[in-house]
């Protein structure tokens, strides 16, 4: 039982956050409060779950193969110092460039965390944007050629159905 509830309560952390996490980006979005901000965000999240769901999936494999990539190379390029500089009395550089790579993760997964949230931002109000069926004047004048083509692929793919 107690294994059970500390899962679902863990479950519960994870949504929470979620939701928290879009509540501000639709506050920042919509200049709205808190709670009609997670509210909004929670419908907006309803309504395209498929979009959210796969770009949340994107998004993760896109912050792991960063993370991985920078404490990989963050290990390599000390590995190659520490070898060459010959100052250093040092028996084997794995164990030193195996901390630069964990602190390369730490630094990487910092990094990537903010990419996330500019990305979890960008869907947003994209789909914001796509439900109040692109109104308003205050956009760039290179996205009526984005709402162009846009418009047209959603034509083409509904004409066929």
């Known amino acids: 039982m107690l294994c059970l509830t500390g899962y ?9 956050k979620f939701i928290t996490k879009n509540a501000y980006i639709q506050a920042a979005i919509a200049g709205t409060s808190f ?10 999240m309803i309504k395209h779950a498929a979009r959210f769901g796969w770009g949340n999936s994107i998004g993760a ?11 990989a190379l963050t290990a390599f390029i000390s590995y190659i110092i520490i070898s060459q500089v010959d100052t250093l009395n040092v028996s084997t550089p794995i164990a030193p460039a195996l901390v630069c790579g964990f602190i390369g993760l730490i630094i990487g997964w910092q990094f990537m965390s903010v990419y996330s949230f500019a990305s979890d931002a960008l869907l947003q109000s994209f789909l914001l944007d796509e439900e109040l069926k ?6 760039p ?16 793919c509904c004409s066929c159905c």
């Open 8 to 16: 679902l309560l863990w479950c519960l952390e994870k949504c929470i």
């Open 35 to 44: 709670c009609t901000s997670a509210w909004n965000a929670f419908t907006l």
């Open 61 to 71: 494999m896109v912050v792991f193969f960063g993370c991985t990539n920078i404490a």
């Open 134 to 139: 692109f109104a308003g004047t205050s956009r």
């Open 141 to 156: 004048v290179a996205f009526a050629e984005f709402e162009k083509d846009f418009k047209e692929r959603q034509k083409s």
